[in-house]
C-alpha cells in the first residue's frame, strides 16, 4: 500500500532519447547461458566395469592356481616314475667283449650276367628236316640240334670231286708231254719255244687242281654246317624255328639260343672311394671272395670271386664296374636275376666285438656303458667303431676283451649309476667257438636286484597307467 502514488500524482515527462551511433558503443552480446550438465549416467557404467574386472581377475587366478597345481602334480608323479627314480639298481642286459675277426666287406646290386649267350643260326641255306633238342634242355659243347637237308650240297661235292679228277688228268698228261719236249730240246728236235708253251700248261693245271679241290673242301663244309651242333655248353631256350621250315643265313632270329649257366657271373658296381681297398688287395696277389644273396639279402644263393674290374669310372655316376664268378652248381643263379653282392675286402684279426645294440650315441660321442664288477656300476666309455657285420660291431679303440657291456636297459642310465644284471649275457657269435659262460653274480646280490628290477618295472607300468 505504501508504494502506491498518491491520488492525483502525474508523473513528470520523461527526457527524450539520445541517438547513439553503433560505431561508438559496439553491440554486446548477450549473456550465454549457463550450461546446465547432464544427468549422471557415468557412474552407473564405471561401476559396471569395475565388476567385470574383478571377475576377469578372480578367473586368472583360478587358471594360474589349476596350472601351478598340475605342474606340481605330473612332477612329482614325474619324479617318482621316470628316468633314474627308482634308487635301487637298474636292471639291465649284458654282454662280454669278445676277441675275434670282424671281416670288412663290400655291398653292392648287381645282375646275374651269363659268361657266353650264343644266338645259333643256320651257316647255309635249306630245308630244316630235323630238331635234335627240347626246350630248356641242358646241352654240352658239340651236342647234335638240327639238321638241314645234305642233299643238295652232297651232289654239289660229287661234281666238285668229278671236275678235280678230270682237271688232274689233264694235269698229269700236260706233265708227261712236258717231260717229251724236254729231251726232244736237248736232242735239238724240237724248238724251245714249245718246251716253254708247255711248262706254263702244266703250271695252269696245278692251279686249276688247286681250284677244284676248294671247291670239293666247300661243299664238305657245307654238309658239315648242314649237321648243326652246339657251340657251347647251356641252356637250351624257346625254339625259334620248327622242322619243315626254309632256313637261311639272313634269319635274324636263328635257330634257338643258348645261355651258358655253369660257371656264371655277376656285374655289380661299387663307389670309386671303395676302389683303392679293393685295388690293394688285387695288385697284392689276394683273391677277393664274392657272396651272392636273393634279392631280400636273407639267402646266401652262391659263393665265388671276384674275376675282373672294368678299366673306367663312370663319370655319371662315379661309380666302377666288377665281375665276379661263381661255379653256380646248383643253378640257383638266374641269367638277369637281380642279386645281393658282399664283397669281401678285407679281416680285421684278433679285434673286440660287442654287439650292436650295445652301441650309445650323445652328446660324449659314440660311447658304451661298461660294468663294474666289484660296485655293479656303469662308466660311460667312449670308443672308436670299426667295420661291423649287421650283428656285431669291431671296437679299434676304448675296450678290451673281457669287459662287460650293457646291451638292454642303457636308456635309463647314466655315468656310475648302479645295475643289475638280469640277463645271461648274450656273447657275439665266434665260428667254431663255444658259448662264454656269463659271469657269476653274488647270490643275495643278485636276488635283492631282482626284485628291485621287478619293483622297478611295475612302477613304470603303474606311472605310465
Not at 659268361?115 to 647234335?144: H, R, S, W
Not at 640240334?145 to 679228277?165: C, F, H, M, S, W
Not at 688232274?168 to 708227261?176: F, G, S, T
Not at 636273407?298 to 666302377?320: K, P, R, S, Y
Amino acid at each position: 500500500m505504501d508504494d502506491q502514488p498518491p491520488r492525483g500524482y502525474v508523473p513528470p515527462p520523461s527526457a527524450p532519447p539520445v541517438p547513439v551511433s553503433e560505431e561508438a558503443c559496439p553491440p554486446v552480446a548477450p549473456p550465454e547461458a549457463p550450461v546446465t550438465p547432464p544427468p549422471d549416467r557415468a557412474r552407473p557404467r564405471r561401476g559396471r566395469s569395475l565388476l567385470l574386472y574383478a571377475i576377469c581377475l578372480l578367473l586368472l587366478v583360478i587358471v594360474v592356481g589349476a596350472v601351478v597345481w598340475y605342474a606340481l602334480h605330473t612332477g612329482t608323479q614325474s619324479g617318482n616314475t621316470g628316468r633314474l627314480a627308482n634308487a635301487g639298481p637298474m636292471p639291465v642286459g649284458t654282454a662280454t667283449v669278445q676277441q675275434g675277426n670282424m671281416p670288412i666287406t663290400d655291398s653292392a646290386l648287381g645282375t646275374v650276367t651269363p659268361l657266353a649267350t650264343v644266338t645259333v643260326k643256320t651257316q647255309i641255306n635249306g630245308q630244316l628236316t630235323e630238331v635234335a633238342f627240347q626246350e630248356g634242355q641242358m646241352v654240352n659243347k658239340g651236342d647234335f640240334l638240327a639238321q638241314i637237308d645234305p642233299r643238295p650240297y652232297q651232289v654239289a661235292l660229287e661234281q666238285a670231286q668229278g671236275q678235280l679228277a678230270k682237271d688232274q688228268a689233264a694235269l698229269a698228261n700236260a706233265e708227261v708231254d712236258l717231260a717229251r719236249y724236254t729231251k726232244l730240246v736237248a736232242q735239238n728236235s724240237l724248238a724251245s719255244q714249245q718246251l716253254d708253251t708247255q711248262r706254263a700248261l702244266v703250271q695252269q693245271d696245278k692251279g686249276t687242281i688247286i681250284s677244284d679241290q676248294a671247291q670239293v673242301d666247300v661243299q664238305k663244309l657245307n654238309l658239315t654246317y648242314a649237321h648243326i651242333i652246339a657251340p657251347v655248353a647251356g641252356r637250351v631256350g624257346l625254339r625259334q624255328v620248327d622242322a619243315g621250315n626254309y632256313v637261311q643265313t639272313s634269319d635274324a632270329n636263328g635257330l634257338v639260343v643258348i645261355t651258358q649257366l655253369q660257371p656264371i657271373s655277376v656285374i655289380f658296381t661299387l663307389p670309386e672311394d671303395s676302389l683303392p681297398a679293393v685295388l690293394a688287395r688285387v695288385h697284392g696277389g689276394a683273391t677277393l671272395q664274392a657272396i651272392a644273396f636273393d634279392r631280400s639279402n636273407t639267402t646266401q644263393l652262391e659263393v665265388g670271386q671276384l674275376a675282373t674290374i672294368d678299366n673306367q669310372i663312370d663319370t655319371t655316376t662315379g661309380t666302377v664296374k666288377l665281375r665276379a664268378q661263381f661255379p653256380n652248381a646248383n643253378l640257383n643263379l638266374f641269367p638277369n636275376q637281380f642279386v645281393n653282392i658282399q664283397l669281401l675286402v678285407d679281416t680285421m684279426q684278433n679285434v673286440p666285438l660287442v654287439p650292436s645294440s650295445a652301441i650309445q650315441r650323445g652328446a660324449p660321442g659314440t660311447f658304451v656303458y661298461v660294468v663294474n664288477p666289484d660296485t655293479n656300476t656303469v662308466t660311460a666309455t667312449v670308443v672308436t667303431l670299426g667295420p661291423d657285420d649287421g650283428t656285431n660291431v669291431a671296437v679299434t679303440k676304448g675296450l678290451t676283451p673281457g669287459q662287460v657291456v650293457v646291451t638292454d636297459g642303457a636308456d635309463r642310465l647314466k655315468d656310475g649309476a648302479k645295475v643289475q644284471i638280469v640277463t645271461p649275457a648274450a656273447t657275439p657269435a665266434q665260428p667254431g667257438a663255444p658259448p662264454p659262460v656269463p659271469p657269476a653274480q653274488p647270490k643275495q646280490r643278485g636276488q635283492g636286484g631282482g626284485q628291485g628290477g621287478g619293483q622297478h618295472r611295475q612302477g613304470q607300468q603303474g606311472g605310465g597307467g
